[in-house]
C-alpha cells in the first residue's frame, strides 16, 4: 500500500494531471515577489499531487511585463552580465534592459528560482511573458490570477 502520492509521467500522458492556463498582470507588481509565485506555479508546487521529478506545474501567461517594478534603487544598480565568447563580460542596466527587451527582466528572475536541471527548461517553456496588454492565448481561455501579493493574505491567509 503506498501512502505517498508519486505522479509519473504516464499520469501526465492519460490527462489524470490537468495543466490549467493562469493569466497574471503584472502591472506594478515588485519582480521578486511576483517571480517567486510564478515558480511555484511553474513548478506546480501549488498542488497536492507535486511531484519534484516530473513537470506538473501549469501554464503561466504574463501580461504587461513593461510595468514591473524594483525596489530602491535597483534600476541605475542592478546589472544583468552574460558572456559572449568573446574576453570580457557583457553588462546591462536593469533600466536599459526595461527600455529594450522588458519581458526578460521577468523572464530570467523566474529562471533563477526553478532548480537547476534538464527539468527547469521544460518548466521554463511554459512561462509566456508580453510587454504588453495582448496576448495569444485567447484560444486556451487562462483564468486571471492576482500574484506577488505581500504580506499574510499573499499565502491565501486572511488577518482574522
Same mark, same amino acid.
Given at each position: 500500500m503506498q ?5 509519473n509521467a504516464g499520469?501526465?500522458?492519460s490527462g489524470?494531471i490537468?495543466?490549467k492556463w493562469l493569466?497574471v498582470?503584472?502591472e506594478d507588481? @515588485?519582480? $521578486? ?14 498542488r *497536492?499531487t507535486?511531484t519534484p #521529478?516530473?513537470?506538473?506545474g501549469d501554464f503561466?501567461?504574463v501580461? %504587461?511585463?513593461?510595468? @514591473?517594478?524594483f525596489?530602491g ?10 558572456y559572449?565568447?568573446? *574576453?570580457?563580460? +557583457?553588462t546591462?542596466?536593469a533600466?536599459d +534592459?526595461?527600455e +529594450?527587451?522588458? !519581458?526578460? @527582466? ?6 533563477r528560482m526553478l *532548480?537547476?536541471n534538464k527539468?527547469?527548461?521544460k518548466m521554463?517553456a511554459?512561462l509566456?511573458v508580453?510587454?504588453?496588454p %495582448? #496576448?495569444p492565448?485567447?484560444a486556451?481561455s487562462? !483564468? ?11 499565502? $491565501?491567509?486572511?488577518?482574522?
Amino acid at each position: 500500500m503506498q501512502k505517498t502520492f508519486m505522479a509519473n509521467a504516464g499520469l501526465l500522458d492519460s490527462g489524470e494531471i490537468e495543466r490549467k492556463w493562469l493569466l497574471v498582470d503584472a502591472e506594478d507588481q @515588485i519582480v $521578486g515577489r511576483l517571480a517567486s509565485d510564478i515558480a511555484v506555479i511553474l513548478m506546480g508546487k501549488h498542488r *497536492p499531487t507535486y511531484t519534484p #521529478h516530473v513537470d506538473t506545474g501549469d501554464f503561466v501567461v504574463v501580461v %504587461n511585463a513593461e510595468k @514591473i517594478k524594483f525596489t530602491g534603487k535597483k534600476w541605475e544598480q542592478k546589472e544583468y552580465a552574460w558572456y559572449t565568447g568573446y *574576453p570580457r563580460q +557583457r553588462t546591462i542596466k536593469a533600466g536599459d +534592459r526595461l527600455e +529594450r527587451k522588458p !519581458e526578460m @527582466i521577468l523572464e530570467e528572475a523566474v529562471r533563477r528560482m526553478l *532548480p537547476k536541471n534538464k527539468l527547469a527548461s521544460k518548466m521554463l517553456a511554459k512561462l509566456k511573458v508580453y510587454a504588453g496588454p %495582448n #496576448h495569444p492565448h485567447q484560444a486556451q481561455s487562462p !483564468e486571471k490570477v492576482v500574484l506577488g501579493g505581500k504580506g499574510p493574505s499573499r499565502c $491565501g491567509k486572511t488577518n482574522d
